[in-house]
């Protein structure tokens, strides 16, 4: 966030959110959206979520849900997959579908907001360690949570210029 604030385009605004009660309904981001999904009607919003992102085969996230599939197809999912195969720092993050539950992007997705999750998945597709005990510090790797802020900025970067939205 820092990288971006001190290096945007003067008309572009960043904004860090830090929610709260994920397990709980994403009752944080839920609440993030009500307060502002007004204003959001007259400019272009783009929502880049990093959630769980401290394990190895972090990829970003294109599916959703266990009964109803949601599916991410915006301008930052397709950002997202040109940006894998043409820098060869990301060529390992691949889309991802989450089996079960969402992600707190699910508000805007569902207010028709650009959003894209980016997270990390174990072998069979689970997300190691998330809510178990063994969600401790020294499972974190940093590097990985770093690749995923990298990547969250090249994303953002490489997205087009938002026109301007005449209320």
Partial sequence: ASRLWRRMPEDAEVRLVLTSANAGGMLGAQHYWQQHKEDFKYREVYV???????????????????????VYDSILTRVARNLVVQNEQFTALKPK????????????????????????????????HVQTMADTAEHVDLQQVAMASQFAEAIVRLVPQPRQIVP
């Fill in 48 to 70: 880049v979520n990093i959630d769980a992102v401290g394990a190895a085969n972090l990829g970003f996230v294109a599916e959703t849900g266990a009964l109803t599939p949601v």
């Fill in 97 to 128: 579908k989450h089996h079960f539950g969402d992600f707190d992007s699910i508000w805007f997705h569902r207010g028709q907001v650009a959003a894209l999750t980016i997270a990390s998945y174990d072998a069979k597709g689970f997300m190691p």
